[in-house]
């Protein structure tokens, strides 16, 4: 069996490692238990860079700087999506109408007001962490957004008839490796932020559930963007309960 960590980091990722030969759909599927494990190596990355902004900048310029770095290193992969999934649930009236719209690149005015609030939700979120010295629970934001994504293409079918990037994604979410990736980002959770981080993990995974539920009722069940707007909720999400009860 082939490792399969290169293909999540360089997906999630502007990091690029080595994959030798045509990566399979098989491939990029299992690739999805290596999820948390990327998230948690960037939660560590912004915790290392959190240490030394806030040694030369005061919290708002810091949490600025953390937050440009935050799209730099996903290549702003899951605000893409953010953006075609709320273009296509605020233009269309049926899921066909809707995955339609998704699928046009251009950004429309409801994708564009959701990234202006995610944006600035994250960064006043990302501001008050700084400010509250809680620089150990940035682990916790990409690490539990990543498992997001490994349970929900557990719980959704995949929407497009045709295919696409996402249904290989959905169908690389067996029960094995949802159990694996919940497992360590469970203890993650636990050793990074305690109760805290278990009470956050909780909450996402509701949250992860009611989304999919909600994606089943609009759009017949998730997308490749679906799977990005759902990352950039579960990061505000997790940001917005640190600062709320953090670690």
């Not at 498992?147 to 497009?160: E, K």
């Not at 009470?199 to 759009?219: E, K, M, N, Q, Y």
């Not at 017949?220 to 709320?244: C, N």
Request: hydrophobic content about 55%; aromatic content about 12%; charged content about 10%.
């Amino acid at each position: 069996m082939k490792f399969t960590f290169p293909l999540a980091l360089t997906f999630l990722t502007v990091f690029p490692w080595p994959w030798s030969g045509e990566a399979s759909a098989e491939d990029l599927g299992r690739s999805l238990f290596w999820y948390p494990w990327v998230g948690a190596l960037l939660g560590l990355l912004y915790w290392g860079a959190g240490i030394l902004l806030v040694r030369f900048f005061l919290p708002p310029a810091a949490a600025a700087l953390l937050l440009l770095l935050t799209v730099l290193l996903t290549r702003g992969l899951h605000l893409d999506g953010l953006a075609d999934t709320v273009d296509g649930l605020g233009g269309g009236h049926t899921p066909e109408k809707r995955l339609a719209i998704m699928k046009d690149s251009r950004l429309g005015a409801f994708g564009g007001i959701s990234l202006v609030l995610v944006l600035l939700l994250k960064f006043a979120f990302l501001q008050a962490i700084l400010s509250l010295a809680l620089l150990p629970s940035l682990v916790l934001f990409p690490l539990i957004s990543r498992w997001g994504l490994v349970l929900l293409a557990g719980l959704a079918p995949y929407a497009r008839p045709g295919g696409g990037l996402g249904q290989a994604v959905t169908a690389g979410a067996t029960r094995p490796v949802i159990a694996g990736a919940t497992a360590f980002t469970l203890v993650v959770s636990f050793v990074v932020g305690r109760f805290s981080g278990l009470i956050i993990f909780g909450l996402a995974g509701l949250a992860v559930w009611g989304l999919s539920r909600f994606f089943r009722r609009t759009l017949g069940g998730v997308t490749g963007d679906v799977y990005g707007a759902v990352g950039e909720i579960l990061e505000t999400l997790v940001l917005g309960s640190i600062v709320l009860w953090g670690p």
